[in-house]
């Protein structure tokens, strides 16, 4: 394909989100990026998140952290690029030890992943003896590595019924452990960290799932009154928010699910107006792809972790071969086992 061809693709989908003039940047970017992919054996994978023009041009694969885990699981490639945060990327090298993984932007990280250490994970095991351990795929390697199985936001449910156990502990994500205690009308508790053997510190506790106090430094962000305001303005719009958000805020919206989840839900459903409460490049690219449905989006909540990835740095990711994603060979070998349980969950 050339440029103009690129363009002209690009343009179809993209008419009404991203001005013209920036599209023909964008396009020779992508045509290069393509090229390149070809030359060097890559396949790239790209987040919802991602921005439009990306989004739209380059991924070989778009999904949200479930269905890019698959895609990484199957490919043949040499190279993987992930146009998504470091633990996506980790979690393609946990799968293919043996080919080259690339994250476009070294600092593209996770305020989830980073809530809690393999330390953190190894003391929960000691106080909850017997307990299976399921980890939020939004976790290092290394805490991957102490679990039994992952999970995402879109198959935590069956994960956690797969165990066939009265209790779980389930990290690092809040507000998904009580979202998901809500769906399944399980009791949570948030152990604090008080001194002393743990059988007396635990002791009498009633629990079926063991939570951690990790958050989302995006979804956190919403609150009911945001709802409340849109909706006053908005009558008819169709409210959808990620498990990550609270679960007030769950509740008060219309839909909640993964972002792949959020986007069939507006494929499939006729409303004129919706509102994502998700980081809010997501709106866009929905916007692109069904453009008769209007997208409100608050957009003073971003992601910058997901942002940190540009057209420019994937280019340069293929041209330099970085930045390339490692995993020490023992942390990898236990961690693949808690990511391949999940997988074969689906
Ligand atoms: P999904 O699995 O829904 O794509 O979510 C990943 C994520 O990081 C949301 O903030
Ligand atoms: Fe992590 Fe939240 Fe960004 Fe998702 S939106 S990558 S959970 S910080």
Sequence with gaps: MSVAEFYAEMKAKLYDVVPDFELQIKAELAYEIVRLKRERNAVILGHNYMEPALFHSIPDYTGDSLALSRK??????????????????ETAKILNPRKTVLLPAERAGCSLAESIAVEDVRELKSRFPGVP??????????????????????????????????????LPDEYLARNVAQETGKHIVFPTRTPGPASERDA?????????????????????????????QFPDVVILSHPECSPEVVAASDFSGSTSAMIKYIEQTCARRYLLLTECAMGDNVAAANPQKEMLRLCRVRCLHMNEITMEDTLNALKYTRYVVEVPEEIRARAALAVKRMIAIG
């Design 72 to 89: 990484a699981a199957q490919t043949d490639k040499d190279i993987i690029v992930f146009c998504g945060v470091r633990f996506m990327a």
């Design 133 to 170: 351990v399921v980890t939020y795929v939004n976790t290092y390697a290394n805490v991957k590595a102490e679990s039994d199985i992952c999970c995402t936001s879109s198959n935590a449910v069956a994960v956690i019924e797969s165990l066939g156990t009265e209790t779980v502990i389930m």
């Design 204 to 232: 009498g506790l009633d629990y079926q799932i063991v939570g951690w106090h990790g958050k989302c430094e995006v979804h956190e962000k919403f609150t009911v009154e945001d709802i409340a305001d849109v909706r006053a």
